[in-house]
């Protein structure tokens, strides 16, 4: 079964605008990862928060991690053409099972 | 950093027909493994994983086996594919040293017709 589930299902922004996306799961966690998917290709990691953080940047990327509602978000500001991807937020448990949601599509107009 | 090699990149394959899909790894020593099927416009099924050779945990019960004869080699086998065996495969790896990124293959699509 999957543990963590995005939200929206599919995203459409224009050009430099912000992109927001959530992903919520389900049992306790060491880390929560966000990748993303070109189409057709493998999962790219983006970033990587551990269950004690709270909050993590790199580049134009935002991840927020709340562990009392177990849930994260990633924001991507200023978003470009070359943003359009799928994004899965992804979950370590200690059994060192990796689960992924079902992903967000995120369609950038220019 | 590590590399995952997995191969055919596309597949057709009938119906009944047996299936190997394989996939090794470059830069580390034993990692996790895992073999993942992603349906059209969908997330990530687990399917099975691996912490060690001979290891496998089988998240859902299917037409499917998978099989780690080396460190660094991940099999996945049918014995008779089925019209719902289709989809895009990906095999990702984890370093066994604790939060660290997976990598993942560019996968397999294959086609059961």
């Known amino acids: 079964s999957q543990q963590g589930e995005e939200d929206p299902q599919a995203l459409s922004i224009q050009e430099g605008e912000n992109a927001t996306m959530n992903c919520s799961y389900k049992?306790?966690?060491?880390?929560l990862q966000w990748y993303r998917q070109n189409s057709g290709r493998g999962l790219v990691h983006l970033i990587l928060i551990r269950s004690n953080e709270r909050e993590k940047h790199s580049g134009r990327l935002r991840v927020t991690l709340d562990t009392s509602k177990k849930s994260s978000s990633l924001l991507i500001t200023a978003s470009r053409a070359a943003d359009t991807a799928s994004y899965f937020c992804?979950?370590?448990?200690?059994?060192?099972?990796?689960?992924f949601g079902a992903g967000t599509t995120v369609t950038v107009r220019a | 950093s590590q590399t995952i090699h997995q191969w055919p990149a596309t597949l057709v394959q009938p119906v009944g027909s047996p299936l190997s899909l394989e996939c090794t790894v470059e830069?580390?020593?034993?990692?996790?493994l895992y073999w993942y099927r992603q349906a059209a416009g969908r997330g990530l099924q687990l399917l099975f994983y691996?912490?060690?050779?001979?290891?496998i945990s089988s998240e859902v019960p299917q037409n499917l086996s998978a099989s780690r004869p080396q460190d660094r080699q991940f099999i996945l086998s049918s014995k008779k594919l089925l019209l719902s065996d289709s989809g895009f495969y990906l095999c990702?790896?984890?370093?066994?040293?604790?939060?660290?990124?997976?990598?993942f293959g560019q996968g397999t699509r294959l086609t059961v017709v």
């Open positions: 049992t306790s966690i060491n880390n």
């Open positions: 990702a790896c984890l370093s066994n040293r604790g939060e660290t990124e997976a990598f």
């Open positions: 691996s912490v060690g050779i001979g290891q």
């Open positions: 830069g580390t020593s034993n990692p996790n």
């Open positions: 992804a979950t370590d448990a200690s059994d060192y099972k990796l689960s």
